[in-house]
């Protein structure tokens, strides 16, 4: 897997309202919903939200920020998502701290909003990738919806087929390239692409550097293949499963069965480390 080098957003553009004019054409490449008809600076009261959409899923409103995110901008996003009644509310910023994406999933729990903070990245050719960090575990649009599709490759993990640790709620076709398990401040995240599948670990802050080098100690490279992936926001490191992806359908059970079981396996040492 070639992943190149990240850049700031902030080389790329000189204001973060230059960043929400592109971004709101191109809503769909944060797979949150259906939305169109995106206002950037949009009239909140007395403020301004960075993007207001509306389209199929409700209303969006969405609040940027370049670098770390900081409660200043979750302040803005909770009070702008509750004045205009929104459906789906999103931060997105290029890190966050921990406390933050524990806010966003308790948000989840107990609000008819569905949160998401959303890391943006931008590599050396100014293209740009969008991480779920906290999201919904299912959408309140799924829930109110019975026509929204599920992904295929996913529902027999969910239903338990494969064991009871990835078991869980559906997962909508917009959101199938991953599933997600969080312990010790470690997510365990089972990934799917066309040609290949693949276990990646996001190492949450803070000591997230020093956690993952006596973390990987419990890894040993006699016994398991992997490679570090570090960017200048995110520690992660990525377990190569089989060069099989959503495209070879007939190895679908294989290739369920290997996720999970190396999945599995790895969640169960992390999980019992004690770290």
Known sequence: MNLQKTKPLSDIYNREEDFSADLADTLDALKVGKFEDAETEANVGTRRADII??????????????????????GRLEAYARLKKADVAVLMAEDF??????????????????????????????????????RPAIDIQTEKKPDVEYSEFWAPIRDGKFGELFAGKPVPIRDEAWIMKTTRKIQICLYLNKQQCYIRLYFLKPNHIERRDKIMEFFPESDYDYEYKDTSTQTTVIFPVLDKGKNDRDDWDEIREKLVDMGTDIYKKIDESGL
Request: glycine letters at 4%.
């Open 53 to 74: 959409a509306v389209g199929e899923d409700g209303t969006l409103v969405v609040e940027n920020q370049f670098g770390k995110a900081d409660w200043d901008h979750w």
């Open 97 to 134: 701290e921990e406390l933050m994406i524990v806010t966003c999933n308790l948000r989840n729990e107990d609000s008819n909003i569905n949160w998401y903070l959303i890391q943006a990245q931008a590599n050396s050719h100014n293209e740009f990738s969008f991480h779920h960090v906290a």
